[in-house]
């Protein structure tokens, strides 16, 4: 069975980093792109930026190009999302999926890690 | 940056009643390079359609997608208590990816 499992719920204050992960089993890591998505409380979705696990090849949605950083590691089929100063508009929902390409669909999807940033 | 906008913003529907979803795209979303999801309250989104017509894996032939250039539908044809959730489209054409805003179906 194809699976993204996330790492658990995170809280944390403003201006500590912060590392998410989303581990991949079930098929070839190294061959899919994953893709990170936002979901802030009660909102709806959006896009953050996607990475090729084989070549480590990032791509990052302009609004979140210098916010974030997008990482993985094939040797452990797992790939990361990274904060090095997080602020309480990081609160939300974040989660991993997987696409055939940058142009591509995504399915599945991790179960979602809950980031809270508070004082 | 391709803008999706869904309407209506809720759809207040009973069990057996035909949803129609719209999702309509600032420019052309070319190839029909656009899919649809599910979301269900505290869970991770599901695919439902992709390439605009084409069900996913397990989905059942209630949904069914249409549309071309900005222009794009979901339909549920006969709506089941499992149904009731929020529905968003995602454009693949152009970088940066995006989603439309959503469509809440919820129980009249």
């Known amino acids: 069975e194809v699976q993204l499992v996330q790492s658990g719920a995170e809280v944390k204050k403003p201006g500590e980093s912060l590392k998410i992960s989303c581990k991949g089993s079930?098929?070839?890591?190294?061959?899919?792109?994953i893709g990170w998505v936002r979901q802030m409380p009660g909102k709806g979705l959006e896009w953050m930026g996607i990475?090729?696990?084989?070549?480590?090849?990032?791509r990052y949605s302009p609004s979140f190009q210098g916010q974030v950083t997008i990482s993985a590691d094939k040797s452990i089929s797992t790939a990361y999302l990274q904060w090095s100063s997080l602020k309480a508009s990081d609160t939300a929902m974040y989660y991993c999926?997987?696409?055939?390409?940058?142009?591509?669909?995504?399915?599945?999807w991790g179960q979602g890690t809950l980031v809270t940033v508070s004082s | 940056e391709i803008v999706l906008t869904q309407s209506p913003g809720t759809l207040s529907l009973s069990p057996g009643e035909r949803a129609t979803l719209s999702c309509r795209a600032s420019?052309?979303?070319?190839?029909?390079?656009l899919a649809w999801y599910q979301q269900k309250p505290g869970q991770a989104p599901r695919l439902l359609i992709n390439?605009?017509?084409t069900r996913a894996t397990d989905i059942p032939a209630r949904f069914s997608g249409s549309g071309s250039g900005t222009e794009f539908t979901l339909t549920i044809s006969s709506l089941q208590s499992e149904d009731f959730a929020i529905y968003y489209c995602?454009?693949?054409?152009?970088?940066?990816?995006?989603f439309g805003g959503g469509t809440k179906v919820e129980i009249k």
């Open positions: 999926a997987i696409g055939g390409s940058p142009y591509n669909w995504f399915d599945p």
């Open positions: 079930g098929y070839s890591f190294t061959s899919y792109w």
């Open positions: 990475i090729y696990p084989g070549d480590s090849d990032t």
């Open positions: 420019q052309s979303v070319s190839s029909s390079y």
């Open positions: 390439a605009a017509w």
């Open positions: 995602q454009q693949y054409y152009m970088w940066p990816l995006s």
